[in-house]
């Protein structure tokens, strides 16, 4: 139990445009969503944390005009990289969490890699 | 706006222990200790964690110190697909409660 589906996987755009990046819980109801981004050879950053039907919480340093987070349900949170450039290029991941499952820790995504192009 | 301090890479020879340690002398009493890691290109898988009293599940044991101020993890017979990157985290065990991950340590298991 506890899945976390990310999609794409992975995906390549041009500059300037727009990517929309999918996490779904699949077995259960994520209340609370985190999106996380990662460079090579670093560790995992946290860019913001969404509670279903509510703004998203973005950490220090994050634009939140670039990186628009939408939890409109139970299920589902898009992360989306809008005018997209060289240097958002990276690896994007989200996790979840809801109810009991903080007694077990919170399920990640697989990632999602981001190459602008 | 990690907390702990891990050595930043260990091997370890296939089918003996690994002990991956990690300090947290800045811990709070209402802090727990979790353990995930991440197999390269992947999202992070979560291990164990545990407040004071050592942990043991099918994946590894966790031991925290009497002060709580540093642990280890033991994954008791390493296999090549052990080899990752292992990352301690303390946090407030509260629903919704962000987890912040430092550097980890990036465990290599020769065979």
């Known amino acids: ?117 | 706006d990690a907390k702990t301090t891990q050595p930043t890479s260990m091997d370890c020879a296939e089918g003996r222990a690994a002990n991956l340690p990690c300090n947290h002398s800045t811990i709070s009493g209402n802090e727990y200790v979790y353990w995930y890691r991440q197999i390269h290109s992947q999202g992070p898988q979560y291990i164990i964690h545990g407040l004071k009293n050592n942990e043991t599940n099918e994946m590894a044991s966790l031991i925290i110190t009497e002060d709580r101020k540093s642990s280890t993890l033991i994954l008791p017979h390493a296999t090549l697909r052990d080899t990752a990157v292992y990352y301690c985290i303390v946090r407030v065990s509260n629903t919704g409660n962000q987890f912040y991950f430092g550097t980890g340590t990036s465990l290599t298991v020769i065979p």
Request: net charge neutral; proline share 3%; with cysteine.
């Open chain 1, 1 to 117: 139990g506890a899945v976390v589906s990310q999609h794409p996987s992975w995906v390549i755009c041009k500059s300037g445009t727009s990517v929309k990046i999918e996490c779904r819980s699949l077995d259960f109801q994520a209340t609370t969503m985190f999106w996380y981004r990662q460079f090579p050879k670093q560790s995992l950053m946290l860019m913001a944390t969404s509670n279903e039907g509510s703004k998203a919480t973005y950490e220090q340093g994050v634009e939140k005009d670039k990186f628009l987070i939408n939890h409109a349900s139970l299920t589902l949170s898009t992360l989306t990289v809008t005018s997209a450039h060289p240097e958002d290029s990276s690896f994007y991941i989200c996790s979840a969490t809801g109810g009991a499952l903080e007694n077990y820790g919170y399920t990640f995504g697989s990632g999602t890699r981001l190459t602008v192009v």
